[in-house]
């Protein structure tokens, strides 16, 4: 395995619990300083690796494959509802410390606002209700910042609709009119514009 994954870096085996924590603070203060100068306009963040298929390890216990063992099967066991909650909350602190930074109001764009202000930042899993068949019922997503473009909060994308209506919103409050994704997802915008 460890020829796979690699060697430890700086004493932290990969693909564990406390190697995500120390790789998430380098990669968003590279991110945002990369914001910060105007050299990216377009990006993605993923909280996790390989479909989350890692051991996690928190306070409340540990599993061999948060991904598998955690998500997959929290219902059925529920000793393994308080790592899922933790590795939840673990994955929303790590955002908010990614929001906190674009929202820090010593680095301001040109019209004043913060980095925050004026980027569309969409948070979400493309995975709704059915959490052992990856449905699509009721998947969550949130919308911060967007220039007041988006009723900002959290919110499911309603039943019989998909993520293909959802990007395509948030695309066309943009200015992009151009469908995206498959056309047959694709019934119309969303009620999520501000």
């Not at 870096?9 to 790789?23: D, H, S």
């Not at 099967?73 to 939840?88: A, E, F, K, T």
Request: charged letters at 20%; one cysteine or more.
């Amino acid at each position: 395995m460890d020829s796979i994954l690699g060697p430890p870096v700086n004493g932290l085996a990969p693909k564990t619990t406390p190697y995500f924590q120390a790789m998430w603070s380098i990669i968003v203060d590279l991110y945002v300083l990369a914001m910060r100068c105007d050299l990216v306009r377009f990006g993605n963040l993923l909280c996790g690796s390989g479909g989350d298929s890692y051991p996690y390890m928190c306070p409340a216990g540990t599993t061999s494959n948060i991904h598998g063992e955690g998500f997959h099967r929290w219902l059925s066991n529920p000793g393994l509802q308080p790592i899922v909650n933790d590795h939840m909350t673990w994955t929303m602190t790590r955002i908010a410390d990614f929001l906190a930074k674009l929202d820090d109001p010593t680095f301001k764009d040109a019209d004043g606002g913060t980095l925050l202000d004026n980027t569309t930042v969409v948070i979400g899993t493309e995975l709704g209700d059915d959490v052992a068949n990856h449905g699509m019922t009721d998947m969550p997503f949130w919308i911060a910042g967007g220039r007041k473009r988006f009723k900002i909060g959290d919110f499911a994308i309603p039943g019989g609709r998909s993520d293909v209506d959802f990007y395509n919103t948030i695309l066309r409050a943009t200015g992009i009119a151009t469908p995206f994704g498959d056309p047959k997802f694709f019934k119309d915008v969303l009620s999520i514009t501000a």
